[in-house]
């Protein structure tokens, strides 16, 4: 046997190996080939992958979190290697062997007192609420407080959640989104609306951990991703490792690498590809008839909007009906092709220093479009609306992280009167709430838009968003 | 305080000791003998816990024991043929190196599993899961131990191709 052997007398040689029934010869060829040729490592590092993912089955099979089974099994081993080791009983030292009686003990008396919480609150803020598998509603999370399975509501716009499982893994979720979380073993996340980052240890190959949304299922060994979720789609945006994310419409799935992210909806006409960062565009010009958050604003067509303005300003004595043609026809006339607007909706928020009610517009940012919208130095958003009376808007957005961040949300805040027409650049938006945030969006893929004011009386509406990558 | 100890040193193990055991089966392929080194291999990081720092990730310190009891293993064992010192070296340090490969087709392999024809999944269960072994297999089906080894040689290699197959379309 010579190094001269094809690619497929390797591999065959490599399986015998990897079974016990290659010769001493046939082990020396193959060590003599392996200590000089990388290729033939790859190749035996790729089948030995496949052989020792099917013997560690078992291993991966049994839950981290089910742990009297992982410690039964772990004491089996224990106890199987203690009699091989009896053969040998020489090599062991008798302190090696109190310190692995010592480490059963440890490891049954431990283990067999946790109890059954699966996750605990690292960081709240904003208005958050838990409602307990068992029903039972708590409103004042406080970091440190372990959990049981349950769902995690971040009721507005300024919220924040950041839970850690017992392996390590992290989720967060923010603003206006709405989880349940079950770890029973396999970790499981139904993602019902809004948005969630995770950083996740790696998980059992046979029981990884799953991320549901109306639309998606998301398969994950260990990774750090973000997904934005509602009931018409869901959009994962991949930072480190890999998600296989499968469209619940028909089954069809996709892997999606880091750097990458796709979109799943209903609609089963298009291929769900994964596509690269790479490819993202800087420029967005919102539809608001499609992209407002339900609750979150009310979209109303410019004729309607301008009926609404003219009857205020007449019950308000500001115009006569004399005085509409004049006032108003050149709007009414072009109110027919023009784009509606979005009337800011009251929202009850926990008390902090926006007060406890606020009114707010907020948008999804290219839910359906597959590919993502990445802030720029130079990008500038320009937002156009009204207000009543002079206020204090504040503009932000939710941006989904890099493999440096994870999700964030960035704000500015602008005095208006009347109609306005902001132009902002994006070095003004700065962070406002969320893990990872680190002070500036530049770089990061733009998810959701929002617009809320604290001044009961603005009646704030927006009329356009858009974002370009620099002032023309 | 020695009962947080305890329980950091039970939490990490539990964790990671699929991911440390692959990694003996690189160089060590025999699921008995992993398991030995793998038992090794926890008495001594249980013993030098006391010296591990809990700001480090754990899996590249746990790492350094595992190479050891590897080496020690090759050195005495007597019983099979294994890889040279110098082969098993070089596997793991490249295990690393292609670690983001290797996990991008472990979720592949999945898939590839469950298109495995039903008879190519009993021989997997037997041997793999059931852990039955090659010569009792081969009673129980009627065929010979030379055909079952070709069996799971086939299996894999269709395995192999299919990750391929799949990673190559992902692309």
């Given amino acids: ?472 | 305080m020695e009962a947080e100890r305890h329980e950091e040193f039970t939490r990490l193990l539990i964790q990671h000791e699929p991911e440390l055991l692959r990694c003996i089966l690189v160089a060590v392929p025999n699921r008995t003998d992993a398991r030995d080194i793998m038992q090794e291999c926890s008495v001594s990081l249980w013993s030098k816990f006391s010296g591990y720092d809990s700001d480090r990730n754990f899996v590249p310190w746990a790492l350094g024991f595992v190479r050891i009891e590897i080496r020690r293993f090759l050195r005495k064992s007597t019983h099979r043929t294994q890889l040279t010192e110098r082969a098993a070296s070089l596997l793991l340090e490249e295990q690393r190196t292609f670690a983001a490969d290797l996990d991008a087709r472990q979720l592949h392999l999945q898939t590839c599993i469950d298109q495995l024809s039903e008879r190519q999944k009993q021989v997997v269960d037997g041997y793999y899961r059931m852990e039955t072994s090659v010569d009792e297999l081969a009673q129980r089906t009627g065929q010979t131990v030379d055909a079952i080894y070709k069996s799971l040689q086939r299996i894999r290699h269709a395995l192999h191709d299919c990750v391929d197959s799949r990673m190559r379309t992902a692309k």
């Avoid at chain 1, 079974?19 to 035996?44: F, N, P």
């Avoid at chain 1, 892997?255 to 590809?273: K, M, Q, W, Y």
């Avoid at chain 1, 006339?333 to 606020?358: H, M, S, V």
């Avoid at chain 1, 938006?429 to 009961?456: I, K």
């Fill in chain 1, 1 to 472: 046997m010579t190094a001269q052997l094809t690619d497929a007398r390797w591999r065959d040689l490599i399986q015998r190996h990897l079974d016990g029934i290659a010769s001493h010869q046939e082990v020396k060829t193959l060590s003599s080939q392996l200590e000089s040729c990388s290729e033939t490592r790859l190749l035996y590092l790729r089948m030995q992958h496949i052989h020792a993912s099917l013997l560690t089955d078992d291993f991966d099979e049994q839950p981290i979190g089910s742990t009297e089974q992982r410690v039964l099994e772990l004491i089996s081993h224990l106890e199987q290697t203690k009699l091989t080791l009896q053969t040998r009983r020489q090599l062991l030292t008798v302190t090696s062997i109190a310190a692995a009686i010592f480490l059963m003990v440890s490891i049954w008396f431990i283990l067999s007192n946790r109890s059954a919480d699966i996750i605990e609150v690292t960081k709240i803020q904003g208005s958050v609420r838990w409602t307990g598998d068992g029903g039972n509603v708590i409103e004042d999370l406080r970091a440190g407080q372990r959990l049981t399975g349950g769902t995690l509501e971040t009721t507005s716009v300024d919220s924040l959640a950041l839970l850690t499982f017992h392996d390590g893994t992290t989720v967060s979720t923010a603003g206006n989104s709405a989880v349940t979380v079950a770890g029973n073993g396999q970790k499981k996340l139904h993602l019902r609306s809004g948005v969630l980052s995770a950083d996740v240890q790696r998980q059992p190959k046979k029981q990884p951990m799953l991320v549901l949304t109306p639309t998606a299922r998301l398969e994950v060994i260990g990774t750090r991703f973000d997904i934005v979720a509602n009931a018409d789609g869901a959009k994962l945006s991949v930072r480190e490792g890999l998600v296989r994310a499968v469209r619940t419409s028909d089954g069809q799935s996709v892997s999606v690498p880091a750097g990458h992210s796709t979109i799943a909806t209903t609609d089963v006409e298009n291929e769900l590809r994964s596509r690269s960062h790479n490819e993202a565009i800087h420029a967005w010009t919102a539809n608001l008839v499609q992209d407002h958050k339900p609750g979150e604003g009310e979209y109303v067509s410019a004729m309607l909007a301008l009926r609404l303005r003219i009857r205020d300003a007449l019950t308000n004595g500001k115009l006569t009906r004399q005085q509409i043609p004049s006032v108003y026809g050149p709007q009414l006339a072009a109110a027919t092709e023009a784009d509606g607007e979005l009337k800011a909706q009251p929202k009850q928020i926990k008390q902090g220093k926006f007060g406890n009610l606020i009114h707010i517009a907020s948008l999804y940012v290219n839910r359906n479009q597959p590919k993502s919208i990445v802030l720029t130095e130079k990008s500038i958003f320009r937002v156009q609306g009204t207000v009543a009376v002079k206020s204090e808007i504040h503009i932000g957005i939710g941006a989904f992280g890099t493999t440096r961040a994870g999700a964030g949300r960035f704000l500015t805040s602008h005095t208006v009167v009347g109609d306005f027409d902001l132009k902002i650049p994006v070095a003004q938006l700065q962070a406002f709430r969320g893990r990872g945030s680190n002070g500036s969006p530049v770089g990061m893929e733009l998810f959701s838009w929002f617009c809320f004011t604290s001044n009961p009386k603005s009646e704030l509406s927006i009329s356009a968003v858009t974002l370009t990558p620099a002032l023309d």
